[in-house]
């Protein structure tokens, strides 16, 4: 038994796909914010570690994506789920590793919040509505 696509957006895609934005947001935020704190160590000669400047551009750069998929949700493309999968399992990973890292700050628990949100979104019958 085949089951059709819904011909509206499920809720918890419309929520999931709000929850990207502001997970976007975040992230892009956090990259501009690690970048400024970045260059404002060198200007005054202080030690920077050398992963945090490839951290921020991945930070706005993965930014830039979620918020592209955001957008193209509505279009139904399979490659915007897709997409958005990979990116919260690994957001996933990193949230379960800074929870245990962290002894369970807020701050871990809520991006893993976010990103079960997303992946439970784009399940189910939310994985059946990017099926044309």
Known sequence: MVTEAPARMPLQVKIAVVVMWIQAVINGLGGFFILSEVNSRIEHNQEVDGVMRPLAYTSIVLALVLLTCAVLARKRYAWVRNTVLVIEAFAVL??????????????????????????VGFSGEGGKWFDR
């Open 94 to 119: 990193s949230g379960l590793i800074g929870l245990a890292a962290s002894g369970g700050a807020p701050s871990a628990a809520s991006g893993l919040a976010f990103a079960i949100v997303i992946v």
